[in-house]
DNA sequence: TATGAATGAGGTTTCATTCAT
DNA sequence: CATGAATGAAACCTCATTCAT
C-alpha cells in the first residue's frame, strides 16, 4: 500500500521516550489499525488482532490493560497531530506576512493536510468512526479544535479582513466555508473516490480559487 | 425530542402496502433506532433493544431474521430518500426556468435537505455510521449517488454554464463545490453544533452568498 | 414416490372411530412425518412442520398438546402393527398345518413384512430412532415383542421342532437367526441400498434357502 | 461402567501426533459422548456436556469450533476402525491359509468385533444413531464398506468358493448373510438384551455353525 | 516477557408453547 | 376451528480478560 505508517514511526517515538516498545508491541499496534479501520472498534475481536500479530492473545493484555485502551493508545495521538499544527509554523508566518496573500496561506495548508491525511488514512478512519462513542475522544477533539484551531484560524481570518483582503462575514461562517472546501475536497480525494485518478494540484488550486472569489471582499 | 419521526412515518406507510406492522413491530424499530444511534450496530445488543422496546428478545427476531436484517430495514429505506428526492420536482422546475436564478434552485435545496436531515436526525447518523461495514449499503449508496444526484445535478449545472451564469469548471467540480458546502453548513448546524444558537436563515443565505461568487462566471 | 402412506389411512381410519381428523390434521401428519424422518424428532421444529403442512403454528398445538404427543400419535399405532400381526392369521394357519413346511411360512412372513415394511418406511424409520429416547415407547416395544412375538414364534419352532424339521437349538437361538436374516435383508433392502436393482423374489428366496440349511436338522 | 475407553485412548493417541489434547479436553469428549449416547446428538445440549464435564460452556469451544465439530471429533475415527481392521492381519492369514476353514476365520472375526464393540459401544451407539442425519457420515461410511469390506471380503467368500467349500451364491448375497448372522448377534447381545446372562462362546459357535450350514455346498 | 487454556458474562438466535382475535 | 403475534427459557456461540506455566 502506498500508505506510508507515518503514525506509527510516531507511535514508536513518543513510546520510545517512556519506554520501548517491544517488536510483538509493534505487530500488535499494526493489526489492530487494520483490523479496527475495517470492522470498527466494536466490530473487531481481540483474537483476530491478536492472530494477525502473529501473537498469543494474552501477549495484548500484557501491554494494554483493556482493549479500549489499546483503541486510544492508537487514536489519542493522532488527533492532536491531526487537527492542531496546521499551522504551528505557518500560522506564525502569516501574521509575519510571509504569506502576504491569503491564497499562498490556504495553498500551504492544504497541501499539509492532504498529505498528513494520506499518510495517516487507516488511523483517521479509526478516529472519525469512533469519536461519537468514545466522550474522551471528544472531550480531547472538542478542546484541541476550539483552543488550538478556532483561537488561531480566528485571529488569521480577521488578520486578512482588517486587511481588507477578505469580506466581512462573521469569523465562524468564514471558517466554515473555508473548512468545507478543503476537507470536501480531502474526504472526497482519499476516503470517497480514491479509485479515480485525480490531478491533485489543479484540484487544489480550483479550490483555492473558489475560496478566494467565494470570500472576496463584495465590490 | 424535536426530531419528528418522518422516517417512522414513512416506514410504517411502505410496510403497510405489503402488510401490516404490529404495534411492538413499531416500538421495537424506535427502540432499535434510539440504540444503533447512540451506541454503534455492533456496540448495541438485541436484549438492550427488546428492553426498551417493552417486547421479549424473541419478538424481535419474529419480525426480523437477524439483527442485520433489523438494520438494513430502518436503514436501507432512508437512504433513497436521503439523497435522490432533492429534485424530484425542482429538477423539472430548474431546466423549465421557475427558478431562473441558480440563487432560487440553491436555496430551495439546501432548506428542503437540511429539512429533511433535521427530521431524520438520527437514521442518518447510523446510515453514516454503518456504510463503511455494509457492502450493500454502499453499493446502494454508489448506485444512487451516480444514477439519481450525479446525473441530475451534471445537467443543472451545465445548464447555468451554458447560461453564463457560472464559471466553466469541470462540472465534478463545481458539484462538489456546492456540495461541500451545503453538506458542511447542514453537518455543522445538526451533528458537531446542535447546542449552538444558529440563525439559519441566516447562514444559508452567507453560504449560497458564498457559492455563488466561489462560481461566477470571472470577469 | 412409490410408498403409499398405508400408515396414514391406517391412522385416520383409528381416529376415525373417535373424532374425526379435519383436513389440516392430516397435513400435520403428513408433515411431521416428513420431517421427523429426515431430521430425527429433536433436530425438528413445530414451525418447519407448520410450514410443511400449510398451517399457522398454533394449529398444530390445537390438536396435539405438546410436540412429543405429536410424535407419539404417529409412532406409536404403527408399532403394534410393525411387529405385531406378522403372524395373526398365518400363526394359526402353521399350526393347522395350512402350512406344511417351515419355508413356506418363513416366505409368507418375509413377503408380508417387505411389503409392509415399504408401504411404512418412513414412519419405520422415525420408530427405529426414537426408541432409544422415549422409555414408553421402550415400554411398549418390549411387550408387544414379548407378549406377541416370542411368544408365537416360540410355539411355531417348537413345532417344527417336535416335527424333527427344524435343528434342537435353544429357541431364542433359533429365532435369532430367523429373525436377522429376513430383518437384514429387509433393512439393506431398504434403507442402506434401495438404489440398488433387486430381484425381490430371487433374494427372498435364498434367504429361505439360507435359513432353511441353517436351521435343518444335523444329519 | 464395565466399558473401558478403548475410544478415548485411541483419540488420545490420535490428537497427540497433532497437539497434547489437555486435560480438559479430555474431560469434555468423555462428558460429550455419555451425553449425545444418551439423548441423542440434536437433544444434548453443550451446558449439559460442560457441567459433567466440570468444564465452563465457553471451553467447549476453545477446543471445537462447534458442536458438530465436537461430534464428529469423536464420531469420525471410530468409524474406520469399526469397519475397517476386521481383518487386516486375518485377511492376509486366509489366503495364506493360516486360516484352512471357513470357520475358523469366522470365529477370529465374530470374537474380534464384539470385542472391539463392547469396547467402543457408546461412541459405536451415537454412530448408528447420527448417520442418517449427517452426509459426511454417509459418505465416509461408504466409502470405508466399498472399499475396504466389501473388497476384502469378496475376495475371501469367492476364496472359499473356488475350494468348493461354499455355496455358488451371488457374493453379495453371501456377504449379507454372513454380516446379518454376526452383526445381529453382536447387537442383540450389546443392544438390545446386555441383562440377559449370555454365554458367548456357545452363541458365537452356534452363530457359525448355522452360517457354516446355511452356506455349506448343497449336495 | 510471552503464552494459550480457561473462564463466565453476555451476545444472538431458536423454539415449543400460549393466547387474543 | 384456525391464526400468527408474542413469549421467555434455553440453545449455541463469542469475546474480553485472567492466570498458571
Excluded: C
Excluded at 57 to 78: D, M, N, W
Excluded at 96 to 117: G, K, Q, S, T
Excluded at 147 to 164: D, S, W
Excluded at 180 to 200: Q, T, V
Aim: net charge negative; hydrophobic share 45%.
Amino acid at each position: 500500500m502506498s500508505e506510508v505508517d507515518e503514525w506509527l514511526a510516531e507511535l514508536i517515538k513518543m513510546n520510545d521516550d517512556a519506554e520501548k516498545m517491544t517488536h510483538k508491541q509493534i505487530k500488535i499496534v499494526q493489526a489492530a489499525v487494520e483490523v479496527f479501520s475495517s470492522k470498527g472498534f466494536a466490530g473487531s475481536s481481540t483474537s483476530e488482532i491478536a492472530q494477525k500479530a502473529g501473537v498469543a492473545e494474552g501477549t495484548i493484555f500484557r501491554h494494554y490493560k483493556t482493549k479500549k485502551e489499546l483503541l486510544l493508545s492508537i487514536v489519542a495521538p493522532i488527533m492532536t497531530r491531526l487537527i492542531t499544527p496546521f499551522a504551528l509554523k505557518d500560522f506564525v508566518k502569516v501574521l509575519e506576512a510571509d504569506y502576504p496573500e491569503v491564497e499562498d496561506f490556504l495553498r500551504a495548508v492544504i497541501h499539509n493536510r492532504m498529505n498528513f491525511a494520506q499518510k495517516n488514512l487507516s488511523v483517521i478512519k479509526i478516529l472519525l468512526h469512533e469519536i461519537p462513542f468514545h466522550p474522551e475522544l471528544q472531550q480531547q477533539f472538542k478542546e484541541i479544535v476550539a483552543k488550538q484551531v478556532l483561537l488561531r484560524a480566528t485571529k488569521i481570518v480577521k488578520h486578512f479582513q482588517v486587511q481588507g483582503k477578505m469580506i466581512e462575514l462573521p469569523t465562524e461562517t468564514a471558517i466554515r466555508f473555508i473548512a468545507s472546501s478543503a476537507i470536501g475536497l480531502i474526504l472526497i480525494r482519499l476516503l470517497f473516490l480514491p479509485e479515480a485518478d485525480w490531478n491533485d494540484e489543479q484540484e487544489i488550486e480550483y479550490t483555492i480559487d473558489f475560496i478566494m472569489h467565494g470570500l472576496a471582499p463584495r465590490g
